[in-house]
C-alpha cells in the first residue's frame, strides 16, 4: 500500500511513519508542496502522484491560539481544519482514494447536561458557547467528511519522544523535574490516547479502508490528576501527591477563560469490536511509556 501522509511532521503522524516505515511506502510532503487549504494544489498534488491511501494528521491544534481566531474564518484555524479536511475529502471522494481524517475528543461539549464518554455514534457539537473555536472548527471539519472515508478521534495525545512539541505527559513530567508543574484538575474526565496505541489503530484502518467512525484512547477514564500522579510515582518509584486543582473552578473564575471538556473522554467499545482491537487502561499504556522514556535517558 502506498500512502499519502499529511502531517507527517507532526507529533502523532511522525510516529505513524516511524512506526510502519518497513510495512508502507510513504509519500510525506511538506505544505510547502501541498497546502490543504488550496484546492488546487491539493488537485496538482493528486495528479502528478500515485498513491492509494490518505491520512489527514494536518490540523490546527493550539488551542490557545485558535481561540483568538474565534468566527475569523479567513485565519489558519478554519481553513486548516475545515477548509483542508472539505478539500481533501472532495478530491480523495473524485479520485477514488481512500481518506482517513484524525480528529478529536474536542468536537464534544463535556457539560454536566451531556456528559461522555462518548460514543463514536454520538452527535458532535454544533453550538460555539458549549466548546472551544479548536473544537467547534474540527466537528466542522467532520462534517465534510464522506461516509465513504473515516474519521478516527483521539483524546490527549502522548508519546516518549518528539523533539518538535511538547505532549500531554512529557509536560507533566518535565514541569515536575523543575518544579514549575500546576496543580492538576481532579474533576475533569479524560481519556488519554497513547500515540503507539494510535499508530496500530490507524494502520488496521487503513489496511481494510474501512470507512466510519472510530475512536483510540485509553480503555478507561482518569483525570489529569490521577495520571500525573500515577505517571510521577511510576517513574520516580515512590509515590507522589501532586497539588490539585480544579477544572470547574478554573472556568468558573473566568469566563474567558478557553472552554474545554470537563465530563469528557471517548469511548472506544465499538472501535474495539469493529477492528477486533483490544485498548489498554491509561495505567497500562502509562507504564509502557515509562519503560520508553528510561530507555531513552
Known sequence: MKILVLGANGLVGSRFVELNKEKYDFLTPQITEVDITRFDEVTGYFKENRFDTVVNFSAYTDVAAAELQTD????PCWKTNVEGAENLDRICTETSRFLLHISTDAVFSG??????PYKESDRIETNLQNVSWYGFSKARGEEHISSSNAILRISYPYR???EGKMDFARTIYELYKTNRLYPLFNDQI???????EVSDTVSKILSAKLPGIFHCASSNTTTPLQFGNYLIEKITESPRN???GSLVEFLLADTTRTKRPIWGGLDTTRTQDALGL??????ESLSTWVRQVRTLS
Do not use: C, H, M, V
Open 72 to 75: 475569523k474564518k479567513e485565519e
Open 111 to 116: 457539560t454536566a447536561d451531556n456528559k461522555g
Open 160 to 162: 516518549s519522544y518528539f
Open 190 to 196: 479524560i481519556t488519554p490516547s497513547f500515540i503507539d
Open 242 to 244: 501532586l497539588k490539585e
Open 278 to 283: 483490544r485498548f489498554n487502561t491509561w495505567q
